[in-house]
């Protein structure tokens, strides 16, 4: 089993930046990524990395002003969030996905407890 613990979640004001992490432990992964879940709306893709070799895919709202990353050594992964908007406020949440697995992957297995990030304008 997989455990994903997400943390760095706040509130800011619009402009500012947050960097969010999930640590992960257990079983063998083959991905990790972000969603996130705004009041009255689906979850949505926001960043996916693979970590065997650090192969990024970003859903295309998001590029350029967030970024993805990890860190091997410590089983974390990162988000980092600049020029934070009002329309950014959701519930993010981090996955895992475990091998055998296509890229970018189809679905995920693993699912951690959310980080709220409120943007006031």
């Known amino acids: 089993q997989v455990q994903l613990v997400e943390s760095g979640g706040g509130l800011v004001q619009a402009g500012a930046s947050l960097r969010l992490s999930c640590a992960v432990s257990?079983?063998?992964?083959?991905?990790m990524a972000w969603f996130r879940q705004a009041p009255g709306k689906e979850r949505e893709f926001v960043a996916a990395?693979?970590?065997?070799?650090?192969?990024?895919y970003y859903a295309d709202y998001v590029k350029g002003r967030f970024t993805i990353s990890r860190d091997n050594a410590k089983n974390t992964v990162f988000l980092q969030m600049r020029s934070l908007e009002a329309e950014d406020t959701a519930v993010y949440y981090c996955?895992?996905?475990?091998?055998?697995?296509?890229?970018?992957?189809?679905?995920?297995?693993?699912w951690g407890q959310g980080t709220q990030v409120t943007v006031s304008s």
């Open positions: 996955a895992a996905d475990s091998p055998p697995a296509s890229w970018p992957p189809r679905s995920y297995d693993y």
């Open positions: 257990g079983r063998s992964i083959y991905a």
């Open positions: 990395i693979r970590w065997s070799d650090g192969r990024i």
